[in-house]
């Protein structure tokens, strides 16, 4: 894959990542996602990831969240499977600390083909800690992991997190570009605005970054890809719930093609498949905003882009056969 390559060369490479419907697969082959956040006052954005995993197509979406916030997510889907494991520092229980929290929310990674860390979590010092010692061990056994929203404080102010490991995508906006770079002394006023995201993710030891704007700016800080699809007009928050969904399902399809679970070419390699996981969410989600915004105008909210998540897939990227055979 090179930088010069067209968007609709892309999305043919992504076409070739996407595992066919079989019948020989069994339950959990194709994605395991779990998405750690959601605090007592953000319900909303760790639902929108998950259910955007699962309109996607990946088998089993968990949320992993607050107890107060496990309440209210179960009341918007039963699809989805919310496990209350994680902690605001003021409703540690008195037998209850970092370290028992985390061990709970760790004992799952054998579980998992993808964590989603950011959506709804906040700023709460023992939501942090546990998010960090969750990435800290999912690093260590090579589990990928995409952070945005506040998991993106996590990289800001713990870079050694991710310094490095490359099975990782960072979603961050405009400003929470700014802090990152800031934080990693890179001068976004002076340096080429072209050059940014590729020099943030050399600063990050090559992890990939979607540097979400007009257009998406993706670069691991080798390749560089501009994601410049049409999107909604309406920026209504929570949008961005939908990328880091997607992106997880695509980075559980990538494990299902490495580990041949189907018969295919094979001739995309480990770096280019991220690359494309990372081009493909973006340009899902752009996408489902433009055919949310073109439903429901200014009246758009986030809820609405779920709905269009399988739309999307099949206008940009499309179904196989149903047979091995004529694969």
């Known amino acids: ?29 194709l994605g395991r996602v779990a998405v750690i956040g959601g605090s007592e006052d953000y319900t909303g954005a760790p639902y929108f990831s998950a259910m955007a995993s699962a309109k996607l197509g990946a088998d089993m979406s968990h949320v992993i969240c607050e107890p107060a916030a496990g309440q209210v997510i179960k009341t918007y889907s039963p699809n989805l499977m919310v496990h209350p494991y994680m902690r605001q520092k003021r409703n540690l229980g008195k037998d209850e600390s970092v370290e028992s929290v985390s061990g709970a929310v760790i004992a799952m990674l054998d579980r998992l083909h993808v964590i989603v860390v950011g959506p709804g979590l906040g700023r709460d010092p023992c939501m942090q800690e546990t998010c960090a010692r969750v990435l800290a061990e999912a690093k260590t056994r090579g589990v990928p992991f995409v952070l945005d929203a ?21 979603t961050p906006n405009v400003v929470e570009f700014g802090r990152l770079a800031k934080a990693q002394n890179i001068d976004t006023t002076k340096e080429d605005p072209t050059k940014l995201c590729e020099k943030l993710a050399q600063a990050f030891g090559g992890v990939t970054i979607i540097q979400k704007g007009k257009s998406d700016i993706i670069s691991n800080g080798t390749t560089t890809i501009i994601s410049d699809g049409q999107g909604g007009l309406k920026r209504a928050g929570g949008q961005g719930d939908t990328l880091t969904g997607s992106l997880a399902t695509l980075l559980a399809y990538r494990k299902a093609y490495l580990d041949n679970l189907w018969n295919h070419e094979n001739d995309m390699k480990s770096d280019e498949l991220l690359m494309l996981c990372a081009f493909g969410g973006s340009a899902i989600t752009r996408e489902c905003s433009r055919l949310a915004f073109e439903a429901k105008g200014r009246s758009m909210q986030a809820s609405d882009l779920t709905e269009h998540v399988h739309a999307a897939f099949l206008d940009l990227i499309g179904e196989k056969p149903t047979d091995e055979s004529k694969l």
């Open 1 to 29: 894959m090179n930088d010069t390559m067209s968007r609709k060369e892309l999305l043919g490479k992504v076409h070739k990542m996407i595992p066919p419907m079989l019948e020989k697969f069994h339950k959990g082959q």
């Open 150 to 170: 506040d998991g993106l404080f996590l990289a800001q102010t713990q870079p050694e997190l991710i310094q490095g490991y490359k099975e990782c995508i960072l």
